[in-house]
C-alpha cells in the first residue's frame, strides 16, 4: 500500500487521504487480477455508471494515470462485465469545521 502510494506522488508514512488511499487501493487491485475485483473510485462524490461499467468488464479495461481507460470499442459492448466492483466513495471530514455531532467526544478524549 506505501509503495502504491509513493507512485502517486505521496512519500512513504506520510498521510493517505482519502483520494490517495483509494487510488492506492484501485492501482493495487489492477496489478493482481488474480483477486477477481475491480475498483471504481467516485470523483468528488458522485458515481458514474460508464466508470462502474468498464470495471465490471475489467478484462478490456487499461489504466490512464490509475483511473480505467475505455478501449476503442467498448461502446459497442452492452452486457456487464463478471467482475465483482468495489465503488470507493472518499468523504473528507473537518477540513473546514468539526460536525456538532463530534463535539461532546472530542471534549471526552
Do not use: C
Request: no cysteine.
Amino acid at each position: 500500500m506505501a509503495l502504491a502510494g509513493k507512485e502517486l506522488g505521496k512519500e512513504v508514512g506520510s498521510w493517505f487521504g482519502p483520494s490517495t488511499a483509494a487510488g492506492a487501493i484501485r492501482r493495487l487491485a489492477h496489478e493482481f487480477p488474480e483477486a477477481g475485483i475491480a475498483v471504481s473510485v467516485a470523483a468528488d462524490s458522485v458515481i458514474y455508471q460508464s466508470e462502474v461499467y468498464l470495471a465490471s468488464n475489467l478484462g478490456s479495461v487499461q489504466l490512464q494515470n490509475g483511473a480505467p481507460k475505455a478501449p476503442p470499442n467498448s461502446s459497442k459492448k452492452s452486457k456487464w462485465g463478471n467482475t465483482t466492483v468495489l465503488v470507493l466513495i472518499g468523504i473528507r471530514l473537518g477540513i473546514d469545521s468539526v460536525n456538532p455531532i463530534y463535539y461532546e467526544t472530542v471534549k471526552v478524549r
